[in-house]
């Protein structure tokens, strides 16, 4: 574990804040090397992704926070620390699309064909993003004993388990991310229907999700 990678003064670079920015950035210029072939603006993509990853910040952190308020009731400032780590996927892909729709109805462009553009960026990003994960000890898996369980430090989130090895589940979906990025790239210029790039990755992940959750620990809140 390695929430905190560079301190200088003051100032301190946290892993999850850095694999967050970088899972945002990579998902963008993956979303910029298709915008040409599907007749979308390179200018539009951009500021699409930007006002995507305020959405997706702003309501993961927000479904985060409200469902482990005793956390931050002492110090509700506490919540604006992103970079600490703290985000629920389901809030985050909530405010995240409906930003999209919005925007995509504010410019009048196809929301299916910007779903499927940003398919392959959204399962790198989330590859990426539980890197993140694993590095702050957070979304953390259940004791296991099989030869590639770790074991975290108990002065992080995964303390509750300390002294235990545990599934790193935050790497099982990171290889997931990477894997449907894979598929999703390979396939992004066979598309059956509008949309159907990103109903494959939602298949996918739901699916996976109801494997991998089976070896998750959910903290009480």
């Not at 910040?57 to 110090?75: A, F």
């Not at 985000?87 to 729709?101: C, P, S």
Request: glycine share 12%; net charge positive; proline share 5%.
């Amino acid at each position: 574990m390695l929430p905190d990678i560079l301190k200088i003064g003051p100032l301190t670079l946290h892993s999850y804040g850095l694999m967050l920015a970088l899972a945002f950035l990579a998902g963008i210029w993956l979303m910029e090397l298709q915008a040409k072939k599907s007749g979308l603006d390179k200018n539009l993509i951009v500021d699409l992704g930007v006002f995507i990853m305020a959405g997706s910040v702003i309501g993961s952190r927000l479904m985060y926070v409200v469902t482990h308020w005793n956390e931050y009731s002492s110090n509700p400032w506490q919540a604006l620390a992103v970079w600490e780590g703290g985000l629920t996927f389901y809030g985050g892909f909530i405010l995240g699309t409906l930003t999209a729709v919005v925007y995509c109805r504010v410019r009048k462009i196809s929301f299916r064909t910007i779903a499927d553009v940003a398919a392959p960026g959204f399962a790198m990003g989330l590859g990426l993003g539980r890197i993140g994960c694993f590095l702050n000890g957070c979304c953390f898996g259940k004791p296991s004993q099989l030869p590639w369980a770790v074991q975290f430090p108990a002065n992080g989130a995964a303390g509750l388990t300390a002294g235990c090895p545990v599934h790193p589940t935050q790497l099982y979906e990171a290889a997931f991310g990477f894997a449907a990025f894979g598929l999703l790239w390979a396939l992004r210029n066979k598309k059956i229907f509008p949309g159907s790039s990103i109903c494959l990755f939602f298949l996918l992940y739901g699916i996976w999700r109801f494997f991998s959750d089976q070896f998750r620990v959910y903290e009480q809140s």
